[in-house]
């Protein structure tokens, strides 16, 4: 219990990271898009998602090569401890470089008056994906299960995330 909290802990120091640059860029794409001028709205979502896998890979590369300074900024524990903390580490936030482009479209969504769109991909890594994914793939995997569970969402989410705002992009072609 101890490892899987020190991961979302970790995680949300990431995620908050990407929602500022989302709340930071939400009043751009709002005036932007009731404005009409699409352009400022599409470089202003570029930009922000640039930014996004940017800090999500320096954080993945981190998660993956620093995971015991990471755990052991949280404490200290016996070598068994600090397998198992590295191994979650490294395996639940193996896909964290995809995972930034999903809270800043969430806000996106939201900024440009969709926002049960921006509910949605808010919800679709944490309620939609994980939390059915930890409560199923242990049944099957074991322990295994609740760590690789999180990738998953992560791809599941981005995928979603993109595709949402892909067409959202696309369609402002056909307003303007």
């Known amino acids: 219990i101890a490892c899987v909290g020190i991961v979302s802990k970790v995680n949300m120091v990431f995620l908050a990271i990407c929602i500022g640059i989302s709340q930071g860029a939400q009043p751009i794409w709002g005036f932007n898009y009731g404005a009409r001028k699409f352009d400022r709205v599409r470089q202003t979502y570029k930009y922000s ?4 896998t940017i800090i999500a890979v320096i954080f993945f590369l981190c998660f993956q090569f620093f995971p015991h300074q990471i755990v052991g900024m949280f404490g200290g524990g016996s070598d068994l ?3 198992f903390a590295e191994n979650y580490l490294r395996i639940f936030m193996l896909l964290t470089f995809a995972n ?3 809270p800043m479209s969430s806000g996106f969504f939201t900024s440009i008056g969709k926002a049960k769109l921006g509910i949605v991909v808010s ?3 944490q309620v939609i994906f994980l939390l059915p994914l930890i ?4 049944l099957y995997m074991g322990i295994d299960g609740v ?3 999180g990738p998953i969402a992560d791809a599941a989410a981005g995928i979603v ?3 949402f705002a892909l067409k959202e992009l696309r369609a402002m072609d056909e307003i303007a």
């Open 81 to 83: 401890y600090f397998k």
């Open 100 to 102: 930034g482009i999903q």
């Open 135 to 138: 409560l199923i793939f242990p």
């Open 147 to 149: 760590m690789y569970a």
């Open 123 to 125: 919800l679709t890594r």
């Open 49 to 52: 998602a640039t930014a996004c």
């Open 161 to 163: 995330a993109i595709g």
